[in-house]
């Protein structure tokens, strides 16, 4: 998956004889036409899907007629770089697999950004390969920090569903929240005050505060020029929603309730300019506990991406700053490293090691168990070299190119054991578990695993 699109037009996407090596293109957003046979996959409503056909008879008549029969176009260049680093024939890894491209649509006014988009084109993916009868290995470079981050949105959820169907396996890169402030976290007994820096020209913002259910704390929010409005959330049993207004800014609080799948409560903190820009300056948010059993908290704001520099948190937390759906189980999660200074990349989204203490059976000594670990590993991330829509070459950094390294690398493992016969099983959780073994040391990371890194940096050699 793409996301942003792809030229399909550069020698990168072509075979030896020029012909495509796409199989599907699906354009979420491309207007429908029956008549001209632009018709969506079936069992879908949305955009349109352009065949390997229509991609090789589009090539056939050069790039401006070529683009009016298949309308596909990458603006960003995103999409474009994350294939070829993934499968190019010039750049890429797995530079014989076949590609399926999706270019995600438009998020509705009110929706949460591309999730359901992402949902169907994964869905369209995996389905796709069981029809064809071979492995998918998918790319996602796409995250978002809505979400308690512990794997049960229905996002990550779907994510973990969909990697078990067919024989394929989901990488995901790990995100570029590591060092953006936009997450705090720790425990609170007594009342603590959660500095916030808005900067200027912030057009809106929102808030997520998530705690255990059982934890029950009230909320006090106060703007910079020290206009106060309490939340009393302790003793709001019916009313989940309430409007506020603090100098120039209007707040939305919607108090969330545990869901089926999720048992984290979630007050969630939406600011609103009156005029064009919320307020700017040092905000704070207090969190007065009334009955705390943990006391835990996380706070979160919205992507890097989507808020202004210099707002974000005067003392962040990095760890547990992962994108979603990158903190989905069963999805390979990739951060990044430097492969100049052979390093940690600390824009990298960090995730978490869970462990379980205890004396071990096997040694006198006291022991930890790991249990959990995301990321599982990094792949080359800063300034990795890429084509770009209608030629041309550009530096980019972002797990959003560490994580096509680990794809392309699935790729060619998933041909060596399903398509050559050496190991029919090679694929999900055995693939992620030859990636784990095969990954190497990191310098600068004292131990493994660890929050930054995983296990380590990615070895094809070593994995296969």
Not at 7 to 19: K, M, N, S, V
Not at 95 to 120: E, Y
Not at 406 to 412: C, K, P, Q, R, W
Request: glycine share 12%; charged share 20%.
């Amino acid at each position: 998956m793409t996301g942003e699109g792809i030229d399909y037009f550069l020698p990168e996407f072509r075979d030896a004889d020029g012909q495509t090596r796409i199989l599907a293109i699906w354009d979420q957003s491309a207007a429908q036409d029956a008549q001209a046979g632009l018709l969506p996959p079936q069992g879908y409503k949305d955009g349109v899907l352009y065949t390997r056909e229509m991609i090789n008879e589009a090539l056939s008549l050069g790039r401006e007629n070529g683009q009016a029969r298949v309308p596909v176009f990458d603006y960003s260049g995103h999409g474009t770089a994350v294939a070829a680093v993934a499968a190019g024939r010039e750049s890429g890894v797995a530079v014989n697999a076949d590609i399926v491209a999706v270019k995600l649509g438009a998020a509705p006014d009110g929706g949460f950004p591309r999730t359901t988009q992402l949902m169907r084109g994964v869905d369209f993916c995996v389905k796709l390969g069981v029809e064809l009868n071979r492995p998918v290995a998918l790319n996602i470079s796409f995250g978002n920090t809505y979400g308690d981050h512990q794997g049960n949105s229905l996002l990550e959820r779907f994510t973990d569903n969909a990697s078990e169907i067919g024989r394929s396996v989901i990488v995901v890169g790990s995100g570029n929240e590591g060092a953006s402030n936009g997450h705090t976290a720790g425990v609170v007994f007594e009342e603590r005050a959660v500095e916030l820096s808005v900067a200027e020209y912030e057009t809106g913002l929102s808030i997520q505060l998530w705690k255990y259910a059982q934890d029950v704390m009230n909320v006090t929010l106060v703007s910079p020029s020290g206009e106060s409005v309490f939340l009393d959330i302790a003793g709001r049993e019916t009313e989940r929603t309430l409007r506020r207004t603090l100098e120039n800014t209007t707040l939305l609080c919607y108090l969330g309730e545990p869901l089926p799948y999720s048992a984290a409560q979630e007050i969630f903190i939406d600011m609103i300019p009156e005029n064009s820009y919320i307020d700017s300056g040092v905000w704070r948010v207090v969190l007065s506990p009334v009955s705390v059993v943990t006391g835990e908290y996380r706070l979160y704001l919205p992507s890097y991406a989507a808020r202004n520099r210099g707002t974000g948190f005067f003392l962040p937390t990095p760890e547990m700053t992962l994108t979603i759906p990158s903190t989905s189980r069963r999805a390979v999660t990739v951060g990044a490293y430097d492969v100049t200074l052979n390093s940690y990349a600390d824009f990298s989204g960090r995730g978490y090691v869970y462990r379980y203490d205890g004396a071990r059976s096997d040694t006198a000594q006291g022991g930890q168990i790991v249990a959990d670990v995301k990321p599982e590993l990094v792949a080359p991330g800063v300034s990795i070299t890429v084509p770009m829509p209608n030629g041309g070459y550009e530096q980019v950094s972002g797990t959003s190119f560490a994580a096509p390294f680990v794809t392309g690398s699935a790729a060619l493992m998933m041909e060596w054991g399903i398509v050559r016969g050496n190991d029919r099983f090679l694929y999900g959780e055995r693939l992620k578990a030859l990636l784990i073994k095969g990954a190497a040391a990191l310098p600068g990371v004292p131990g493994r695993p660890d929050p930054r890194a995983g296990w380590g940096k990615l070895c094809l050699r070593s994995s296969i």
